[in-house]
């Protein structure tokens, strides 16, 4: 059974910093592409990141770029998204999304979701 569970998420200051993990059972990330999510009250779910399963590449929400860095430990089998420089307008529920071959908008397997709060 695949499952995928989130962590990390809580409550920050503008300016700081937060690391979520995706750890996930029944299956490899090697075999997938993973993404993270985002989706804030009233506003339509977005990709933030995206990290190919081969080489790795990577990519951003443009609004995240510089401050975002999304990463995969295989021995592990966690995918990590570290969050810099936090504003109040990444304030959302955080997922994390897998079971696709490729970086798209659709995937198989979702996290629960974990709260990001950036306020002072």
């Known amino acids: 059974q695949v499952q995928l569970v989130e962590s990390g998420g809580g409550l920050v200051q503008p300016g700081g910093s937060l690391r979520l993990s995706c750890a996930a059972s029944g299956f490899s990330f090697n075999y997938y592409a993973t993404a993270w999510f985002r989706q804030a009250p009233g506003k339509e779910r977005e990709r933030v990141s995206c990290?190919?399963?081969?080489?790795?590449?990577?990519y951003y929400l443009d609004s995240v770029k510089g401050r975002f860095t999304i990463s995969r430990d295989n021995a592990k089998n966690t995918v990590y998204l570290q969050m810099n420089s936090l504003k109040p307008e990444d304030t959302a529920v955080y997922y994390c999304a897998t079971g696709s071959w490729y970086c798209t908008y659709e995937y198989d397997y979702w996290g629960q979701g974990t709260q990001v709060t950036v306020s002072s």
């Open positions: 990290i190919t399963k081969r080489d790795g590449t990577t």
